[in-house]
């Protein structure tokens, strides 16, 4: 049914668990560099140990890697690996101090900057910022989860992610909060494809690739003009031009069947809302 990190990492967590791979799910953010305080916990990432190695499998990402990949924790202190991956930069380095990593993402393309990863276990330290009121209602719901888990009701890494109240109080933020990013940006849809990325916003289906967007910003710092950035920037695959039409794309492209998903009144509710969003996203063109 998609979702955010909490949500994917949680389910792709618990799918390897399965599959008896040595999973974690770690406190991390997504944020600039150097990160922000408050912005601790607000991305959890699924990392995986294999023999002598840490592997980094991040589902919830977006334009994010799509493959694993290896943190290269013997290495001397400081290294930093770069790679390719069908078109998009990738980086990772060690911090200097503690068991922080750095992963970046393509420079002036990636939909966000980079994130930090602790290896170290922060996720049962109280948030600061904005997710910090939800602290005590994440307590409360580990606090149930460890019931279940004493139970033996859930898989672990089901329980792992329930159990760190600081994964809780920045999903509850997520979901319930006015302000959250994921309220106000409205429902985005996003895949991954070998060329690019594919993202419904609203009625319309964009594609995108790094080389596409590297284009665009060159084209737009000569030209400085908004009729031209609008111009450049839109890669626009398809608009759905009602209702039935929209499902049908969702179904098609991203294999969200949302008629066997949501009730009548759930449809009636979303379908209110990409409306909504459609109108405001007439207005910005831009793609990310």
């Known amino acids: 049914r998609g979702g955010y990190c909490f949500i994917l990492a949680g389910a792709f967590g618990a799918l390897l668990h399965t599959l008896n791979f040595d999973v974690m799910l770690l406190s991390s953010n997504v944020s600039g560099d150097p990160p922000t305080e408050e912005s601790w916990g607000n991305h959890v990432v699924v990392v995986v140990r294999i023999d002598d190695d840490l592997w980094v499998a991040d589902v919830g990402l977006g334009d994010g890697p799509m493959l694993p990949f290896r943190l290269p924790i013997a290495s001397p202190k400081g290294t930093k690996l770069t790679w ?28 966000f900057p980079g994130f930090e990863l602790d290896l170290s276990g922060r996720q049962n330290s109280p948030p600061k910022g904005p997710a910090a009121e939800y602290w005590p209602m994440a307590e409360a719901l580990a606090v149930e989860a460890n019931c279940v888990a004493e139970a033996g009701c859930e898989s672990e890494p089901e329980r792992l992610s329930m159990m760190a109240p600081l994964f809780v109080s920045h999903h509850l933020r997520y979901w319930l909060d006015p302000t959250s990013p994921y309220v106000r940006s409205g429902v985005v849809l996003l895949k991954r494809t070998k060329d690019g990325v594919l993202k419904l916003r609203g009625f319309r289906l964009w594609f995108i690739n790094p080389g596409q967007i590297e284009r665009a910003h060159a084209i737009q710092s000569e030209a400085r003009t908004a009729a031209t950035t609008n111009a450049v920037d839109q890669q626009l695959l398809r608009e759905a031009t009602d209702r039935e039409d929209w499902l049908q794309l969702v179904a098609e492209t991203f294999g969200l069947h949302l008629r066997d998903l949501l009730s009548a009144y759930e449809l009636d509710v979303l379908w209110e809302r990409v409306s909504a969003d459609n109108r405001c996203f007439k207005s910005d063109d831009a793609i990310y």
């Open 84 to 111: 390719e991956e069908r078109g998009w930069r990738y980086a990772v380095e060690e911090r200097p101090h503690g068991l922080l990593w750095r992963f970046t993402h393509h420079p002036g393309v990636g939909s």
